[in-house]
């Protein structure tokens, strides 16, 4: 069994396309809803019951706590469903392949047949927005054609195999790392891909800037850099305008192993490979993404949240 796991947050827009297309290899979904204030956990639901094998897990935790919440999610697929492998995914996040001959409904079997006793890396594919995508098209993977191409180094993600999971072991920020006491050996998948799409309209990105860094700035004990990218699209939508192509173009480059690296920044068109019935969508709407109502919503929340630690601080100062 292949279980993917991950934390969605205010994905209307993207989250049925990423379902569909990751349902083509993982045989379940167990996934955090970290307050959604869109629609995200409806139309889950909605794919629930059409028969999609998901798990939705509500996570009233607001701040951005990803490394410890795919931690605890980690240690209940294993003891719930006994996987054989688990993959954290983002809910922007498509696992795909590398090769021609590789097709999507290949990439289960694959999986299955790799070693119990290696934990593997596949890199990231970061597709960005273009003046030439179909704004009509829901379907992010079928809208979304132009990535940024291959560099020397690639940011990847990690592919654990269940057996690897002893009490020792720890997966890092973004999913990128892990290491226990188990892991005796690493391998690079260069047969598969992960398609990125953090960077999808201008509603989008700017609810995601503005929510996501309030959230960073929330940690008491944030540490220095953490989620530096956010911090840097935050403050590229807070003069109050959204965010043009050039800009969101711009904004993708931040999710590159090496940002700086110009040398070796290229656009490609590489169209996603996806089964035709992956991109026909039935519950996502035109519009998903309501960008004043996320972040007044989180807004509100933060705020509360902040009168209930000062009336704590206050009672325990009398």
């Not at 409904?105 to 006793?117: F, Q, S, T, V, Y």
């Not at 007044?296 to 929340?301: D, F, I, P, Q, V």
Request: proline share 6%; net charge negative.
């Amino acid at each position: 069994m292949i279980v993917c796991i991950g934390v969605v947050k205010n994905a209307a827009d993207v989250i049925e396309s990423t379902i569909r297309g990751n349902a083509v290899w993982a045989d379940r979904f167990v996934l955090y809803d970290n307050m959604s204030t869109d629609r995200t956990a409806e139309i889950l639901a909605k794919l629930r019951e059409e028969g999609f094998p998901i798990e939705l897990i509500p996570d009233p935790e607001q701040s951005h706590l990803q490394k410890e919440k795919m931690q605890a999610l980690i240690r209940y697929v294993c003891d719930r469903y006994a996987p054989d492998f688990i993959i954290a995914l983002d809910d922007d996040e498509i696992l795909c392949t590398n090769r021609e001959d590789l097709p999507p409904e290949a990439i289960r079997e694959a999986i299955n047949g790799l070693d119990k006793d290696t934990l593997y890396y596949v890199s990231w594919r970061n597709y960005i927005p273009t003046e030439d995508d179909d704004a009509q098209e829901l379907c992010v993977p079928a809208r979304m054609r132009f990535c940024l191409d291959d560099e020397p180094e690639m940011t990847k993600k990690v592919l654990i195999p269940a057996a690897l999971i002893t009490e020792d072991f720890r997966i890092g920020d973004g999913n990128h790392y892990a290491d226990g006491s188990a892991v005796k050996k690493r391998v690079h998948l260069t047969d598969l891909r992960i398609a990125h799409y953090p960077v999808r309209s201008p509603q989008q990105v700017a609810s995601k800037a503005v929510v996501g860094w309030m959230n960073i700035l929330s940690l008491p004990d944030r540490r220095k850099g953490l989620a530096y990218h956010w911090e840097r699209m935050y403050n590229a939508v807070r003069e109050g305008r959204l965010p043009s192509v050039d800009l969101m173009q711009a904004m993708c480059t931040l999710y590159r192993e090496d940002p700086n690296d110009e040398e070796h920044l290229n656009v490609v068109c590489r169209p996603l490979a996806l089964p035709e019935e992956c991109r026909r969508l039935k519950y996502t709407r035109p519009g998903e993404i309501n960008l004043m109502r996320n972040i007044c919503l989180e807004a509100e929340t933060l705020a509360i949240r902040c009168a209930e630690l000062k009336k704590e601080a206050k009672g325990d100062a009398v």
